[in-house]
Structure formats: structure tokens, C-alpha cells
T-cell receptor, first 110, second 115 residues
């Protein structure tokens, strides 16, 4: 069964304390992996697409990496404004529709 | 600015009432989607449309209906048959359904509650 699992469910960090969020998936033929940021009461905002193992993409303090079975979102020296829920999604094998993880709620304390 | 507009931001439904959520996009995207978001769960697909006058059921279509009469608009009706409608509803669009290289872009959602 196609599945996407994100961990941890929530992560509390001090400002400047670097860490990583995980997104693992079980689709057999990966056609891309998407990372989104969602602020409370808002829609998800697109961050990155990764297509193949070994690929990396960066945006400000965020770097996304991809292996054959999981992706990591690394956050370097985070600031309070990085607080949000981070979602990942992958297209299903059967019909291109996205399977979504439940998200990681990131809280950065000043 | 191009984007997706959802309205209203908050909506309340009475027992036995149908309500319609609006979604308009000016991105010139062919594909549009409706998702439901509940706490602690991933987004779940309700309906999607690849082109005008065409739409398909997603994983949780029961109790919902849609129409796609114009490229820009994809309204969702939550019918009285949907017994647990309280959720955050998100509309999205993308260039096309079968192009997995292109991300979906989202509106800011409608929060539906039961009176």
C-alpha cells in the first residue's frame, strides 16, 4: 500500500538549534517528492520538489535531501518565523494523485 | 498577482443543509482539486478535475459534489449526506494532473463547522 509517514509529529527547538524532519514513503516508483510549509489557518505553500535519490535543494535555512526510501528537511540555525507545519507528499503509483503525510509541527522558541 | 481564492473563510452548516464552498483560480491551470484536512491526518482528496466539464471522485467523495463549468472555478458542495463535515477544506490547482513534475498550489482554505 502506498504510504507516507512523517516524523516527529512535533519538534520544539531553540532559536539557532539545527535539526531535521523526516518523510518516509513506500511507493515503488517515485515520480517526485514535494515539501510544503503550512502556517495556521492557511493553505500549504510549496517549498521543493525532489526527483531522484541524491538530489538536494536549498532555500534560505532549509535544505531538502532525498534517498530511495525517505527525504529529510534540514533546518539550519532556525528562527521563530520558521515555525510552521511542514508537509510532504508523493504521487501514487496508480493514478498520479498525491499521498500526504500528516506533517511535522515545528516550533522555534526565541 | 496570480493565485487561488477560496471563500468564505469560515462557514457554518445547519442540520440538513447543503453548503457550497467557492474556489477560483487565475493561474490558467487545467487541473483543480478539493482536499479535506483533519487534525493529525494527511490531506485527503475529495474530488479533482482535469479539464472543464470533467471531474473524478477522490478517496472520500461520499456526501460531496462538484462542478467545473469554467476553467477558473471549481465549487464544492457539502451535502446533508456528509455526516461529519467539520474540517478545513483546501482547494488546489496544477498545470495538469498527469505531470508529476509540477506542484499543486493552494488557496487559504475554508473552515466548515456544524451549528
Amino acid at each position: 500500500e502506498d504510504q507516507v509517514t512523517q516524523s516527529p509529529e512535533a519538534l520544539r527547538l531553540q532559536e539557532g538549534e539545527s535539526s531535521s524532519l523526516n518523510c518516509s514513503y513506500t511507493v515503488s516508483g517515485l515520480r517526485g517528492l514535494f515539501w510544503y510549509r503550512q502556517d495556521p489557518g492557511k493553505g500549504p505553500e510549496f517549498l521543493f520538489t525532489l526527483y531522484s535519490a541524491g538530489e538536494e535543494k536549498e532555500k534560505e535555512r532549509l535544505k531538502a535531501t532525498l534517498t530511495k526510501k525517505e527525504s529529510f528537511l534540514h533546518i539550519t540555525a532556525p528562527k521563530p518565523e520558521d515555525s510552521a507545519t511542514y508537509l510532504c507528499a508523493v504521487p501514487m503509483d496508480s493514478n498520479y494523485q498525491l499521498i500526504w503525510g500528516a506533517g511535522t509541527k515545528l516550533i522555534i522558541k526565541p | 498577482d496570480g493565485g487561488i481564492t477560496q471563500s468564505p473563510k469560515y462557514l457554518f452548516r445547519k442540520e440538513g443543509q447543503n453548503v457550497t464552498l467557492s474556489c477560483e483560480q487565475n493561474l490558467n491551470h487545467d487541473a483543480m482539486y478539493w482536499y479535506r484536512q483533519d487534525p493529525g491526518q494527511g490531506l485527503r482528496l475529495i474530488y479533482y478535475s482535469q479539464i472543464v466539464n470533467d471531474f473524478q471522485k477522490g478517496d472520500i467523495a461520499e456526501g460531496y459534489s462538484v462542478s467545473r463549468e469554467k476553467k477558473e472555478s471549481f465549487p464544492l458542495t457539502v451535502t446533508s449526506a456528509q455526516k461529519n463535515p467539520t474540517a478545513f477544506y483546501l482547494c488546489a490547482s496544477s498545470i495538469e494532473v498527469r505531470n508529476s513534475n509540477q506542484p499543486q498550489h493552494f488557496g487559504d482554505g475554508t473552515r466548515l463547522s456544524i451549528l
